[in-house]
C-alpha cells in the first residue's frame, strides 16, 4: 500500500474512535490528519496547546493570521464560539483530564502502555514540548502510526527509547489492526482483512492475545 | 509615571550574564522587535527562557543563532537546528522540561508559590534528580518556580499604565512572563490612553508591567 495512503486508513479509523462533545488533542503528522475525518454533524472540540479550543481547518492564504497558528505554527482558524488562553490554563486543561482523546504519533510503545516519541539519543533530541503532559493528563491515549518502520518493529515488549510517559497508552491504531492495551498485555481487536493474524503478530514484537471478540478492521 | 520607553532604553536594561524570560511560541507571540534589537546589541552569556528556540530565521531563534545564549531552558528545540548543534557541541547548554512544567514553573515563580507537584514525567528522564512525592497513592514529581531578571514579551494592545489585550493565540507564556521577572519590558503594536480598554477584556493587568515599548505605528 502506498504511505500516503495508509496514513489517510489510520486516521480514518482513529476518527470512529472520537464521540460527540470530546474535547481532542491531535499531534503533529499523521495524527492531524484525523480532523479531516471527523463524521458530518459530530461536535468535535479540538484543543491546540498553544493555546486554544476551536482549532478550525487552515485558512486561505489571504485570510492567513500570523498569530493565529497550531501547535506546529502553522495558521490556522478559530471555530465560532473557540477561545484563546495562556499556556497554564491550556496544561492545566491537559494536566487537569479535561481532553478527552490525544492521538499521538510514536517512535516506540509497548505492552505495558509505555509510549517513546520525543528523542533518539545521539541522533535526534528535538524536546518532548507537550507530549509528556499530553500522554499523563488525556483521559485517552490513542497512539496513530505505521505498524512498523521499514520492517522494524515498534510495538514491542518493552521500550528501548527514553519514555515519553509510562503505562498511559490505552489503544494503538495502525494499518493492520487496532490493539488494546490493557493491564494482561496487548489484545487485537480488530484486523485489516488484507492481512492475517501471522502477519500482525509478525509485525509486532510483543506477544499479541487474539480478542474473542475479533472483527474486521472497517474505515 | 510614565512606562514608554524606546527600543534603544529597553535594549540597554539587558546586560550580558542576565536570565532573560521572553514570551512567544514557535515565534508566535515573540517581541520580535525587541529580539532583533537584542540580536544587533550582540548581548552575551544570557540564560534564556523560553517555550522553544524557534526557527533559525524567526523570533528568538536569532538569539540562538547570533550565539547570545549560553543556557536554554525550552520544552521544544526540533525545529531550530542551530539549537542541536550548539547543544551537541557543547557551546550552549539546552534544558529540557515538559512544556506544561515550564509554564507552571513561571506561573509559580510569579505567584509566589515554592514549587508544585506534577505527574507529568515520572518514570521518564524529566524525573531525574527531582524529589518524587506521593499523594493518595499517585507519585508526583517536585518542580520548583523560576524566575529571572527580565521579562521581555509583546501584547497586541496596551494601555499608558501596561494594561495588556492580546491577539490570537500570541497569549502562550507572555501573560504568565509578565508576573516571574524583574523588569518587565512589554513591545505592542499599539498604545493608548489609560481608560481606552475594556477592563473585562484586559488580560495582564498593567501591575506587572514596567516599561512598554512602541512597535507599531502609533
Keep these: 500500500m502506498d504511505r500516503n495512503i495508509i496514513k489517510e486508513f489510520i486516521a480514518k479509523r482513529v476518527a470512529k474512535e472520537l464521540k460527540d462533545g470530546d474535547v481532542v488533542n491531535l499531534g503533529i503528522g499523521l495524527p492531524t490528519m484525523v480532523a479531516n475525518y471527523v463524521p458530518e454533524g459530530m461536535n468535535v472540540l479540538f484543543q491546540s496547546e498553544n493555546g486554544f479550543i476551536g482549532l478550525g481547518p487552515a ?10 497558528v497550531n501547535a506546529g505554527g502553522q495558521c490556522v482558524t478559530v471555530l465560532p464560539g473557540g477561545v484563546f488562553f495562556d499556556s497554564a490554563i491550556s496544561f492545566g486543561i491537559i494536566r487537569g483530564g479535561h481532553v478527552d482523546v490525544t ?40 497512539i496513530a502510526m505505521e505498524h512498523t518502520a521499514k520492517g522494524n518493529h515498534k510495538i514491542l515488549k518493552e ?28 489484545f487485537l481487536m480488530e484486523i485489516n482483512p488484507n492481512f492475517t493474524i501471522e502477519d500482525v503478530q509478525k509485525a509486532t514484537e510483543a506477544e499479541l492475545t487474539i480478542s474473542e471478540s475479533l472483527t474486521k478492521m472497517e474505515i | 509615571m510614565d512606562k514608554i520607553i524606546t527600543l534603544d532604553q529597553a535594549v540597554d536594561k539587558v ?25 544587533e546589541k550582540d548581548v552575551k552569556n544570557l540564560t534564556l527562557i523560553c517555550n522553544d528556540s524557534s526557527f533559525p530565521d524567526m523570533g528568538v531563534g536569532k538569539l540562538i543563532v547570533k550565539k547570545c ?54 518514570g521518564t528522564v524529566a524525573e531525574e534528580g527531582k524529589q518524587k512525592i506521593t499523594i493518595d497513592e499517585r507519585v508526583y514529581l ?50 493608548v490612553e489609560i481608560g481606552d480598554l475594556d ?20
Design chain 2, 199 to 218: 477592563p473585562n477584556s484586559v488580560v495582564t493587568p498593567g501591575i506587572f508591567i514596567d516599561h512598554i515599548v512602541n512597535g507599531g505605528g502609533n
Design chain 1, 103 to 142: 492521538v499521538l504519533g510514536a517512535l516506540e510503545v509497548d505492552e505495558k502502555g509505555n509510549l517513546a516519541n520525543w528523542m533518539i539519543p545521539g541522533k535526534m533530541v528535538p524536546g518532548m514540548g507537550g507530549a509528556m503532559d499530553l500522554v499523563v493528563g488525556a483521559k485517552k491515549v490513542i
Design chain 2, 69 to 122: 545564549v549560553k543556557k536554554l531552558i525550552a520544552s521544544h528545540v526540533g525545529t531550530n537546528p542551530e539549537t542541536g548543534r550548539q547543544m551537541n557541541s557543547g557551546e550552549m547548554e539546552v534544558i529540557l522540561v515538559p512544556q506544561g512544567t515550564l509554564a507552571e514553573q513561571v506561573r509559580a515563580g510569579g505567584a509566589g508559590l515554592g514549587g508544585f507537584l506534577t505527574p507529568t514525567g515520572v
Design chain 1, 159 to 186: 521500550c528501548k527509547l527514553p519514555l515519553t510517559a509510562a503505562n498511559e497508552v490505552n489503544l494503538i491504531i495502525t494499518e493492520m489492526g487496532v490493539i488494546e492495551v490493557t493491564q494482561n498485555g496487548l
Design chain 1, 59 to 68: 485558512p486561505l492564504e489571504s485570510n492567513e493570521d500570523p498569530n493565529i
Design chain 2, 142 to 191: 517536585l518542580e520548583l518556580p523560576l524566575r529571572a531578571d527580565i521579562a521581555l514579551i509583546a501584547g497586541e494592545t496596551v494601555d499608558q499604565f501596561g494594561n495588556v489585550v492580546y491577539h490570537g493565540a500570541t497569549r502562550n507564556f507572555n501573560h504568565l512572563m509578565a508576573t516571574a521577572a524583574d523588569l518587565v519590558i512589554i513591545e505592542t503594536e499599539k498604545i
Design chain 2, 15 to 39: 546586560k550580558d550574564g542576565m536570565t532573560i524570560m521572553i514570551g512567544g511560541f514557535l515565534g508566535c507571540g515573540n517581541p520580535h522587535r525587541l529580539i532583533d534589537a537584542l540580536v
